[in-house]
């Protein structure tokens, strides 16, 4: 734990007291041996205490670089800083600028992760992607209208189109909000009152951002830390792939994420009306800001809602996230769901299509020219179709899919294309995503069927390599010889036996995990590797935390919909604590008027919502008809409780139970407060 200094003055006194407390009790003989024993004890451990202070005040100022900011290195990250030369070489596309495309069109790169878009129309701007945090948004926006002809005061954001639900294209939102107009008469009521901004996307964006955000967002933060590299520093961090750095540092107030939902959207319509595979692929819908015309394409690739746009009057192709300067990522270790390679050549296609004289991506630099547009795409699709025919090929031949990981290559004739090189996706990676996609986890090998767990495999391999100390001796070996793979897979078997294991070899398989990973991380030309190997060797060491802050999860409670979040703990059900208890708890939101019932059976949750002006029995038969098909009686067996409180006082309550109950925030109505206890210890308190 971090002390400031004033702590450890009282550390400092409190050792001295203590090592002379037991001299008061002594005859005089001992006396003076005490005092002088315990004297020297106090100095080594002010020694130690300072050594240790002195390393907390080196980590502190690595902390103060994180996010891509220059700071001062550590000594880890000077150790370990040098990058793949090619990757050295992509960083110069993500200089920080404002690119004019064409007289009414620019486009901000560098800012963070992603490029955001500014289309001036007649009175308004209309703003493509917004950045992934509040801050980039505001650098942006300073920026476009220091250009010449979007400064002007009458030039307010008419509207913002999402291309699809990622962070880094809708996490600024707000910023350009701020000074937002309705630009359309359609938006002004019967009063006279405008209405808000519009934001479009697909009608799957919404859905995809809460999905996101709420169930995956703890690990998703995690391992997006270290895909990205975003807690990393200058030089440790070469860049992120396709952007500079996932921009997410800045504390300051109203600097955070500011994602507004989008409140136009279009495809539902031909969603509701498609049959069969791949017949909501393409549809578009042609909608008029500030007197631009621009034709919305629904065209998924690295997102099933990705929305390309058109600009008929400039013949400019603004292609999300379907293109960028690098081999796509046609799996994202940071954990995503299955992206079909074959909708995004689809998609492609549309786009080629379109035969664009200007194509602007979300991530990296605008093409110009026709020719070159129709060149890159064409090569984009026929590498994602060449990846995904020939892992086809070897699956239907039955390879394993870390086999066929190792045997498909990128034709020679594309291999080398600058923007195909691996900077951000990988092959590898690819193909073991395309077979998961059609034949799911199991490779057909049946050693697989019932697996070992990872300790117990750990073990027994640790046994047959002679014991921890002889595995660790051979992993070493391994990495002095550039045998890096083998090295690793060899170590985080025995570090697998932890709790088994003697200080001194968990002290030195650790410092050897993280020599292997920072060897592993400077040879790599995928960014994306370089990052997750570089951040978990600082985890490993100590160095580095990479779990969810107590400030974003604050925040998330305090903002996310009530629904969400009732919603969201069912996947913090522990299974074990719940077994064989039945409860069902009715929680009346005062202010909003909403109700809801919580029931817990089988170890699962299930929330239900009711009229507030329904009994406790009635929303059981509710919500019996709904499980099971009929209407019985609620089950003498459930323990039944019933709590009135704000919606804010139930936020508060799963940020801190104990405090809420004290100051007497919630009624509980029914039940007693041993069973609300009862029903909350059923419940994961680690998570």
């Known amino acids: 734990n971090r002390s400031n200094r004033h702590n450890q003055q009282r550390l400092d006194m409190t050792i001295i007291s203590t090592a002379l407390h037991g001299c008061l009790f002594s005859d005089r003989a001992t006396v003076a041996v005490a005092i002088a024993t315990s004297a ?5 451990f002010l020694w130690l205490c300072r050594s240790i202070r002195k390393r907390v005040d080196t980590f502190d100022e690595r902390d103060r670089g994180r996010g891509g900011k220059e700071g001062p290195p550590s000594p880890a990250s000077s150790s370990c800083c040098s990058a793949h030369e090619q990757l050295r070489e992509h960083t110069h596309i993500f200089a920080k600028r404002v690119i004019r495309v064409a007289d009414d069109v620019l486009v901000a790169t560098g800012y963070g992760l992603s490029n955001s878009i500014c289309i001036r129309g007649d009175g308004g701007l209309i703003i493509i992607d917004t950045c992934e945090s509040r801050a980039a948004a505001e650098e942006c926006l300073r920026d476009f209208r220091a250009q010449p002809g979007f400064g002007g005061d009458d030039l307010k954001v008419a509207g913002v189109i999402y291309t699809h639900f990622h962070q880094d294209h809708v996490g600024g939102t707000g910023a350009f909000l701020e000074e937002a107009k309705s630009s359309s008469t359609e938006d002004v009521d019967d009063d006279g009152d405008e209405h808000e901004c519009e934001i479009w996307a697909h009608h799957s964006t919404e859905g995809m951002i809460r999905q996101f955000n709420i169930v995956m967002g ?86 099933d809602d990705q929305t390309v746009v058109y600009m008929p009057s400039r013949r400019m192709l603004f292609a999300a996230d379907n293109y960028y300067e690098a081999f796509p990522n046609l799996y994202a270790i940071r954990g995503v769901p299955y992206r079909d390679p074959m909708k995004w050549v689809r998609s492609l296609d549309l786009m080629r299509s379109l035969e664009a004289d200007v194509m602007v991506p979300s991530h990296t630099l605008p093409v110009f020219g026709r020719e070159e547009v129709a060149e890159r795409l064409r090569n984009y699709r026929d590498a994602i179709a060449h990846v995904h025919d020939q892992t086809v090929r070897f699956a239907l031949k039955g390879h394993h899919p870390d086999r ?13 294309l600058e923007y195909l090189k691996e900077f951000y996706g990988t092959v590898r990676w690819s193909c073991k995503s395309i077979f998961h996609g059609y034949l799911g986890w199991f490779s057909g090998e049946p ?60 002290r030195g398989a650790t410092a050897l995990r993280v020599d292997i990973l920072r060897k592993l991380g400077t040879g790599q030309i995928s960014a994306n590797a370089r990052n997750y190997y570089l951040t978990t060797a600082l985890e490993a060491e100590g160095s580095l935390d990479t779990s969810l802050p107590k400030a974003l999860l604050e925040e998330a409670t305090m903002t996310t919909a009530i629904e969400d979040i009732l919603d969201a703990m069912r996947y913090r059900i522990d299974a074990d604590a719940a077994e064989g208890r039945e409860w069902q708890l009715r929680i009346n939101y005062l202010d909003s008027g909403k109700s809801f019932v919580l029931v817990l059976r089988n170890s699962v949750m299930t929330v239900v919502p009711v009229s507030s002006s329904s009994s406790e029995e009635e929303s059981v038969a509710a919500l019996l008809l709904r499980m099971d098909g009929k209407s019985p009686q609620p089950s003498p067996a459930i323990t039944m409780m019933e709590v009135s409180c704000t919606e804010l006082a139930w936020r508060k309550f799963l940020l801190s139970p104990i405090k809420s109950l004290l100051v007497g925030n919630m009624t509980l109505t029914k039940g007693s407060l041993a069973d609300f206890r009862a029903f909350g210890s059923c419940f994961d308190r680690s998570m």
């Open 404 to 416: 066929i990981a190792n045997e498909v290559k990128l034709p020679g004739t594309v291999r080398g």
């Open 218 to 303: 703890p690990i998703a933060y995690v391992r997006s830390a270290r895909q990205f590299g975003n807690l990393l520093t200058k030089p440790m961090l070469e860049n992120s792939g396709i952007g500079p750095f996932l921009r997410l540092d800045d504390d300051g107030p109203g600097k955070k994420v500011d994602v507004v939902l989008p409140n136009r959207t279009y495809g539902d319509e031909e969603a509701s009306g498609a049959k069969g595979k791949g017949k909501c692929e393409g549809a578009r819908r042609t909608i008029e800001i500030a007197g631009v015309t621009l034709e919305l394409i629904h065209a998924p690739g690295e997102t």
């Open 40 to 44: 020297f004890t106090a100095v080594v």
């Open 447 to 506: 050693s697989e069927l019932f697996q070992l767990s990872p300790s117990e495999r750990s073990a027994r391999m640790v046994r047959l390599g002679g014991g921890p100390e002889r595995c660790l001796a051979v992993a070493r070996e391994s990495m002095l010889d550039g045998d890096l793979q083998w090295a690793l897979e060899l170590v985080t078997a025995v570090s697998q036996l932890h709790e088994d294991l003697s200080w001194s070899v968990r």
